[in-house]
C-alpha cells in the first residue's frame, strides 16, 4: 500500500489513500495511479477524459460560466454593493497580482468537478486579519483531515514540508456528496471512448472494406500481398472509383453498410446524451440538437441555471463568505452572483418588462440605464415616474 501511495505522490495524480490494505487488482490501486478501468475495458482519468468533446464541452459549459457570471458583496438589508470591504476585490476583480477572480472560480470550479476531492485556494491576509489575496492549491497536495470537533482542516504539502491550515483559511469547493461529476460518468466516458476508438479503427486507411476480391485459385501470403498492394495504389485515395481490371477469374463483390453501421452511429449519441446527464446539462447546450429548437433558447438557459448552476454558485458564495468574511459581518454582508445575463431575453420583452418596472415604481430610470449598461442620469435616481406619476402630492 505504501509502495502505492509513494508512486501516486510522485506521479501527483491523487492523494494519499487511507492506511489499509489495498491489492494490486482493487479499484482503489488504479484509482492512485489516476487510471479507473470501466466495464469497456478503458481507462479514464481526467486527461482521457477531456479528449471526448462532450465532456470538454461540459466542463468548459460549467467552470466559464461560473467564472464569467458577475459577483456582488453587498448589504443584506439595503442591497447596497459595498465596494470597501477587502473582499469585494477578490470575488469581483481579482484573487490575486497575476490571477483574476474570474480565472480562479474557473480552475477551482474545473478541479471539484474532476475530483472527488473538490478545489482548493488558500487566503493569505493582513497582519489585521483581513484577507489579502486567494491562492490555488493543488489538489493533489491536500489531505482533508477531521479535528476533534468535527469541523474539516487541510493538510497542505509543499516543498518546504506539510502545513495544517483551518476551515477558516482553505477556501473548498466540494462537489456534491464527495463524488466529482466525472466519477459519476465514467462508465460513459469510457463507452464513448471505445465508440470513437471502435470508429478511429473502422475509417482507417479508407474506411472498412469496400468490396471483396474473390479467387477461384487458392493463392499464397505472398500472392495476397501483392494483389492487395497492387489494389490499394491503384484505387485506394484520390484514385477511387477507377476502373479496376482483375485476371485469372478473380471477382470483386462490393460491400453496403448494414443496419448495424447506423444504430452504432445512434449510440454514439445516446453517450453524449448520458454525459449531459451526468453533468446535469440539457443536451442540446452541448452540441446534441436532436431535439433542439431554435425557440427553446430562454428555456435551456433557465433550466441550465436551475438545475446546473445554481447549486455551484450557492457553494461558491457559502465558500466564499466562510473564508472571506468574519463570524459578525455574515449577518449584514452577502456575496451574491448575478444571473440576470442567462435569463436575457429579447430587445423587445426587455423593454416591455423594465417599462412595467418602472410604471409601477419597482426600478428608478437610473436602475433601468444601469440594467442596459448605460450611465446613470442625474435625475434618475427617484421612484416617481412623470410619464406615469400625477402632480399630486
Partial sequence: ???????????????????????????????????????????????????VPAVACAMALISETVG??????????????????????????????????????????LDALTRDTGGFALVTRYSDGRPAELHRLDPSRVTIVTEQDGAPAYIVETAAGKTKYPFTEVLH????????????AREAIGLAVAFEQ????????????????TSPKIL?????????????????????????????GMAYQALSTTLADAQFAENRVEQIRE???????????????????????????????????????????AAYSRVLLAPDERTDLRIEFLVDALLETDTAARATAYGQYRSMGVMTAN????????????EGDTLANPYTTSGAA
Avoid at 16 to 44: C, H, M, N, Q, Y
Avoid at 74 to 102: C, M, V, Y
Avoid at 173 to 184: D, H, N, S
Avoid at 223 to 239: E, R
Fill in 1 to 51: 500500500m505504501k509502495l502505492l501511495a509513494n508512486i501516486g505522490k510522485a506521479l501527483g495524480l491523487t492523494q494519499t489513500l487511507d492506511e489499509k490494505a489495498v491489492s494490486l487488482t482493487d479499484l482503489e490501486a488504479f484509482g492512485l495511479l489516476g487510471a479507473v478501468p470501466t466495464a469497456s475495458g478503458i481507462s479514464v482519468n481526467a486527461a482521457q477524459a477531456m479528449r
Fill in 68 to 109: 464569467t457570471l458577475p459577483v456582488k458583496l453587498r448589504n443584506a438589508e439595503t442591497k447596497q454593493t459595498d465596494r470597501t470591504h477587502p473582499a469585494f476585490r477578490l470575488i469581483h476583480d481579482e484573487a490575486n497580482p497575476w490571477t483574476s477572480a474570474g480565472q480562479l472560480r474557473t480552475q477551482l470550479t
Fill in 173 to 184: 469547493l466540494a462537489p456534491f456528496g464527495g463524488i466529482a461529476p466525472l466519477t459519476m
Fill in 198 to 213: 471502435h470508429i478511429g479503427a473502422l475509417f482507417k486507411n479508407g474506411g472498412r472494406p469496400s468490396g471483396l476480391i
Fill in 220 to 248: 499464397d501470403v505472398e500472392a495476397k500481398k501483392k494483389i492487395a498492394g497492387s489494389w490499394f495504389n491503384t484505387h485506394a485515395g484520390a484514385k477511387a472509383g477507377g476502373t479496376a481490371i482483375l485476371d485469372e
Fill in 275 to 317: 454525459i449531459a446527464r451526468a453533468f446535469r446539462i440539457p443536451a442540446p447546450m452541448i452540441g446534441e440538437l436532436g431535439r433542439a429548437t431554435w425557440s427553446n433558447l430562454e428555456q435551456l438557459n433557465r433550466q441550465f441555471l436551475q438545475m446546473t448552476l445554481a447549486p455551484w454558485l450557492r457553494a461558491w458564495e
Fill in 367 to 378: 436602475e433601468v440605464r444601469a440594467g442596459l449598461n448605460l450611465p446613470a442620469n442625474a
